[in-house]
């Protein structure tokens, strides 16, 4: 450990330590009481730990009988001697170690902020090269200090003006434990739109704090901070829009009518054990928010209140990610239709959704939300959609039937079964009772097969064939191998390429009629246990073979 990190004075309880790889924060500092064992000088100071990793520590803060800390885990405290213990340097000196030396090239490959604009190569810098350094910083809006256990502002005069220009700034994975220390670096940065503050172990910021900077997007993940923590630090900032509060400690959620969450148009709260989709509903009061992600926070089911359709939860959101969590019934995936703005949701990896239910799960939730334009990542062309609807008019038209259905869509109909399809009748009266849908289905697909054009994009050959909509994608590149004689069936990709019609033209009696059109779009037919039918592949359609 470099003699520069390890300063005695800076060693108080509170404080952050680093050792050995390990993070943790200083509970007790002082000498052992004597316990009957000689490992241990008693007339010697020793620092106890309370370790992030529990698994780094030994006991829960009592030692040979006598308890000096408490430890959350019990597990999780150590002593340690103070030459042990790393206490960080100040963010200049962090600066000056991330930007010198020959090594300082790759060590910009670190930086984990989204936006990196373009940041050159930085020549090498011998060790008094802090001239070259300040050159350097002066010229790029992007800074990192990641993981450079930087523990107090200490800003330099002379670097304080090189980083004026800094746009984004990523101070996590550091020994920080003050929004004061994080305001005095920022504030030299009045351009700064864009910090990370994640895996740091902040307290909660206390009145009297100024940030003059005017940040936009703010990632304070894994900080162990609960709802009124976040929201506490989030006010520091006044014209937010986005929000990264992942792996923390919130299981509700409450006040967030002020400023600044009344701006904010995305917030990522992935991890956390919410449990409730009650606890996330405050949100739904946000005016702007555009964006939501809340992925892994062990949510089993979505309600909204009332019955009214749309509701007026969420009035802008347009994205919604669930994936990971615990949701098992379709009610859930009906009460999003309610959502006024609703285009793009995420669903999978939940048990409505795992494994080999991936693909019904889409064809199902492309049916039940009506105004979605992309599930699970994947665009949804219109002719997914029609098919997805016309099968699900066709798959409960029994249940429909059973419970009042006839051709008279205006008939009153059972309550249970339309608080579990409440689509169907809309769908019906798009396309006609379930009878005239069924005779509009072409011979092919009455015999499930589809005729499809099968194009090598090394050779440009093109051939014809008749295909089970039932065969797999993994199926298909068999028959492909042997067609075009390819080697390594593993090299295969399938691209099921979507052309726009002409409006003159709408003739299909030529295999090639298509070969010159404009490509609307191209699907990559990328998972192997899906069938045909998942693409909603029509007669004529068009599949690339590239290897």
């Known amino acids: 450990m470099p003699a520069s990190m390890y300063e005695p004075e800076n060693i108080e309880v509170g404080k952050r330590i680093e050792s050995d790889g390990y993070y943790g924060t200083v509970r007790f500092v002082g000498n052992l009481q004597n316990h009957g064992t000689a490992k241990i000088q008693q007339d010697s100071t020793w620092v106890g730990v309370e370790w992030d990793e529990p698994s780094r520590g030994k006991h829960d803060g009592s030692f040979g009988g006598i308890r000096y800390f408490t430890t959350q885990h019990p597990s999780g405290g150590s002593f340690l001697r103070p030459q042990k213990c790393n206490t960080g340097v100040s963010f200049s000196k962090a600066l000056v170690n991330r930007y010198r030396g020959p090594s300082a090239g790759n060590k910009l490959s670190e930086i984990s902020l989204s936006a990196q604009n373009h940041i050159p190569e930085m020549e090498s810098l011998g060790t008094d090269g802090v001239h070259e350094i300040r050159g350097y910083l002066s010229k790029v809006s992007t800074g990192s200090v990641h993981g450079m256990f930087v523990s107090a502002s200490g800003m330099d005069d002379d670097l304080a003006s090189c980083v004026a220009g800094f746009t984004n700034l990523d101070l996590s994975t550091n020994l920080l434990t003050e929004w004061s220390e994080i305001a005095l ?17 902040l307290r909660v910021p206390f009145q009297g704090i100024s940030v003059l900077c005017d940040v936009k997007v703010l990632y304070m993940n894994r900080l162990e901070y609960d709802w009124s923590s976040v929201s506490c630090s989030a006010q520091l900032f006044a014209h937010l829009r986005e929000l990264h509060v992942c792996y923390n400690r919130i299981a509700t959620i409450e006040n967030v009518l002020v400023s600044p969450f009344t701006e904010m148009t995305l917030i990522k709260i992935e991890g956390n054990p919410i449990a409730s989709w ?43 990610s669930i994936s990971d969590n615990e949701i098992a019934d379709w009610q859930s995936i009906n009460e999003l239709n309610r959502l006024r703005s609703l285009s793009s949701l995420r669903f999978a ?8 239910k991936a693909a019904d799960a889409r064809h199902t939730a492309v049916a039940k939300i009506a105004h979605l334009q992309w599930c699970n990542g994947a665009f949804i062309l219109p002719t997914e959609r029609h098919g997805a609807e016309i099968d699900y008019l066709r798959l409960y038209s029994s249940e429909w039937k059973r419970a009042g259905g006839t051709g008279n869509l205006n008939e009153p109909l059972d309550a249970a079964f339309t608080v579990e399809h409440p689509r169907y009748v809309e769908m019906a ?17 009455k015999n499930n097969l589809v005729t499809v054009q099968i194009r090598s994009t090394s050779s440009n050959e093109t051939l014809t064939k008749q295909l089970p909509v039932k065969m797999t994608v993994q199926k298909l590149k068999v028959l492909v191998k042997r067609i075009f004689k390819i080697a390594d069936i593993s090299s295969i990709h399938l691209v099921h390429t979507v052309l726009k019609e002409s409006s003159d033209d709408k003739s299909d009696s030529s295999p090639l009629r298509s070969v010159n059109a404009e490509v609307c779009a191209c699907i990559e037919m990328d998972n192997d246990l899906r069938e045909l039918s998942f693409y909603s592949l029509e007669d004529n359609a068009i599949i690339d073979v590239k290897w």
């Open 185 to 201: 670096i920022i504030n030299q940065m009045p351009q700064l739109k864009v910090l990370n503050v994640s895996e740091n172990r």
């Open 278 to 320: 009650n606890a996330l509903l405050p949100l739904g009061d946000l005016p702007q928010l555009q964006t939501l992600i809340a992925n892994e926070c062990r949510l089993t089911s979505v309600r909204f209140p009332g019955s009214v359709t749309p509701s007026d939860c969420f009035p802008s959101l347009e994205s919604l």
């Open 349 to 356: 990896s939940n048990p409505l959704s795992d494994g080999a």
């Open 429 to 445: 009266r798009k396309y006609g009772p379930v009878e005239e849908v069924q005779e509009k289905k072409s011979s092919a697909l």
